[in-house]
């Protein structure tokens, strides 16, 4: 790992962390050391009784272009999860160790990131693809900027998605199967009109316009923001969410397993992606 730090950490104005991922020269591919970054500045803001609101924003063009596909989670990673171990045999093989790294890499993250008490907003431009989505969904808020673009290709990978499968909550069940099936690209536009961002502002406002919203936010009482993000979030858990994502998490697990058996051990056919997912 070189010197700069994968993620940074500031207090722009009262009451607001603003938390960024900075691997521009990688477009914020996400790794498990940023990952892990990222899960400690977000610690750091709940610790701090000045931060009322946390901003999630990235460097660079793009805010991230999903997992690090150069280095996917191996058994080396797997001696990392010790201080938050809750899956265990992360070096098993076949499918029993891949399933508990990613497990406690990704879904366990994200879900603690998603329950945090304080209020999270995403900042994004560019291209939040795949395991970028993951960390867009997690905030409570999305401001996306013009040029922002927003896709899951791995169905072309053999999956069934993203391993944080919230797709049919944050675009709907039908247009959630037109993003999977087909891969495409939604513009910011598309994502604002089905709910999924909050809003869309000129790529050279977006940080002044995400620090504003975050600023007026931070000044309400943070006891009764709190209320509001679990009321929120009990509504969304009452739909069946948290068994949605745990189901549609262990089937992502099976096409990894499957894609292993027909693809001679990679997790994907390599004449599809040839320098990715070798075993
Ligand atoms: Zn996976």
Redesign the pocket.
Known sequence: MNDQALVLYETPVEGVARITLNRANAKNAQNLNLLDALDELFTRAMKDEDVRVIILAAAGSDFSAGHDLRKLLDTEDATRFGDRSSSGNYNSPDGEGYMAR?EDA?MHLCKRWRNLSKPTIAQVQGRCIAGGLMLAWVCDLIIASEDAQFLDPVVAWG?NGV?YFAHPWEFGPRKAKELLFTGDTFSADEAWRLGMVNRVVPRKELEAFTLDLAARIAKKPSFALKTVKQSVNAAVDAQGQPQALDTAFQI??LT?YHNRAINDGNLVDPSVMPKMFKK
Do not use: A, P, R, V
Request: proline share 0%; net charge negative.
């Open positions: 990613e990704y999956g391993e992502h697990h990894h």
